[in-house]
């Protein structure tokens, strides 16, 4: 308990901002909603110029696009990018800061397993995000509902903004796999960004050219917004690469962790 | 000159890694467009009738998708998030490090001056930056051209890759700059990375906005575009000077400022 309370303080201030800046994302994107929605109405009426085949075509996508709900799924994207940092950022230093910090003899001379001290950080961990996913609910509801312009579903809502905490899970763990393999890691920022590019850049392609083969590759792409939108429904198959990759990573992270080599000085 | 050798040694792992993963995006993306088949003139023409927020959204901007510099264009984007995030974090890193690592000390007795320490850095830095644009460059060159058949995508590649370098330069500087304001090492590269995403958000909602206003000048993402330098084939004098400006105002500032920086030793 001492070990999680101490963690959640460490964590506390870089929370706190990382919350701040993710409600504020909310706010900006979904305040410039308006305009964009008058922008779609002037350009569906030029959209009736030209020939049906076409119009049908583009016309499917382009409606799921330009409502409250579409908008707030393009926002998403930028916001999935704050809380895979975010996260990344968590797991990588749970696992590294006592080496770095040069507190890993004070506290694994204490009388308790390295299995409880990562659990507690990790309880920590999941705590902090959870914080962050709560605030950023609370705000995507009530902006979503101030600026909406026609009647939205909200399950589809909800179902979009909650797998922001879905996506944080499997990049906490892939951040906690990632420190236990690297024997010091001397600054978390590049690690996790690095990383968390990478993924976010395949993903983008992949999204972009519609590509199968690599949407398995990133957790980006786990949760299509649009599919959500359409059928109300996650994709399972993906869920489940989700949730095996967040029990793996995990697993495998406590079982390196027992017995890895820390430094102490 | 050693410490010039220090720290090309230092980084060269973080650069070939880098440069991997710039050859593979270019590789992968411009893959994916052989993949794609051209679009028609049609949807062109009913994409350039889309008002900018639209198009943002659909992320496709002005570029003839059918053509392989256009679609190339697409991936510039990403070419240069990941060019300016190596580029600060390159430039925070080598300030911060010293601090960070506890080498301060043994660096800066040394028989040189601070001003020596840094253009050394800055120096190898250079050549870095350098060594990641050409690996863009010519992996860029060869791999659209092999899609392209017409010699004249070289030249807008040419210039594409200018315009990268100069905001490689400025977030380089710009990383520094925040290295050698701020006070505490461990944060400073957090702090260059923040800022970075902060305006490669903006720059979004400024697409997305339609009408940039004055925040266009705020956020580097904007100065050079694909899009213009595609369509124009000329990168616009006005952000050369503007950035050579930025570069040169935060060059002076970080060697002013370094001279008397308070080291946590």
């Known amino acids: 308990m001492n070990m999680f309370l101490q963690e959640l303080k460490a964590y506390q201030k870089p929370t706190i901002i990382w919350s701040i800046s993710i409600v504020a994302i909310v706010i900006l994107f979904m305040a410039l909603f308006p305009a964009f929605s008058r922008d779609a109405d002037e350009f569906m009426k030029v959209l009736e110029g030209f020939p049906e085949e076409l119009t049908r075509a583009i016309g499917l996508t382009f409606e799921t696009l330009t409502n409250v709900l579409g908008y707030f799924s393009y926002a998403f994207l930028y916001i999935k990018l704050c809380g895979a940092v975010q996260a990344m950022n968590l797991g990588l230093s749970i696992v590294s800061k006592e080496t770095r910090n040069k507190t890993a003899e004070f506290l694994f001379t204490k009388p308790v397993t ?150 102490s000085v | 000159m050693n410490i010039v050798k220090r720290e090309m040694k230092a980084n060269a792992k973080a650069l070939i890694f880098w440069c991997i993963g710039v050859l593979v995006m270019v590789g992968a993306g411009m893959g994916k467009y052989a993949g794609m088949n051209g679009n028609g003139d049609t949807i062109n023409e009913l994409m350039s009738e889309m008002p900018a927020s639209l198009q943002a959204i659909m992320g496709t901007a002005s570029f003839d998708l059918s053509t392989a510099i256009g679609f190339y264009g697409l991936l510039y984007v990403y070419l240069i998030v990941m060019a300016t995030i190596h580029a600060v974090m390159l430039g925070s890193n080598m300030i911060a490090k010293e601090e960070r690592d506890k080498t301060a000390e043994f660096l800066l007795v040394k028989p040189i001056s601070r001003s020596t320490v840094i253009s050394m850095k800055m120096v190898s830095a250079l050549v870095q930056l350098l060594v990641f644009n050409l690996v863009t460059l010519v992996s860029s060159i060869i791999i659209v051209e092999r899609y392209a058949g017409v010699d004249e995508t070289t030249g807008t590649i040419y210039l594409l890759m200018i315009g990268m370098f100069l905001l490689q330069v400025l977030f380089l500087i710009m990383g520094t700059a925040i290295a050698v304001f701020s006070n505490n090492a461990t944060k400073a590269s957090a702090v260059a990375t923040a800022i970075l995403l902060l305006l490669f958000i903006l720059s979004i909602l400024i697409n997305l906005s339609g009408n940039p206003d004055l925040l266009k000048y705020v ?39 370094y001279q008397k920086k308070d080291l946590n030793l």
């Open chain 1, 114 to 263: 390295r299995t409880q001290v990562l659990t507690s950080k990790l309880l920590a961990a999941v705590t902090s995000l959870l914080f962050t996913n709560l605030l950023f609910l609370f705000s995507v509801i009530v902006t979503v509902e101030i600026v909406k312009t026609a009647d939205y579903s909200r399950q589809g809502l909800w179902m979009i903004a909650a797998s922001l905490f879905f996506l944080q899970l499997i990049f906490l763990g892939l951040g906690m796999f990632t420190a236990v393999f690297i024997p010091r890691v001397k600054s978390v920022i590049s690690v996790s960004l690095g990383l968390v590019f990478a993924f976010f850049i395949v993903g983008m392609i992949s999204s972009s050219t519609d590509d199968e083969g690599l949407r398995y590759l990133t957790p980006f792409n786990y949760v299509n917004d649009y599919y959500i939108i359409e059928h109300l429904n996650y994709e399972m198959q993906y869920i489940g690469i989700g949730l095996a990759i967040i029990c793996l990573t995990v697993i495998l992270s406590f079982v390196i962790y027992r017995k890895k080599d820390i430094h």
């Open chain 2, 219 to 257: 956020t580097p993402f904007k100065y050079f575009e694909a899009e213009s330098i595609i369509n124009h084939h000329q990168l616009e004098p006005f952000y050369v000077s503007l950035t050579g400006i930025l570069i040169i105002a935060l060059t002076t500032i970080s060697y002013i400022y």
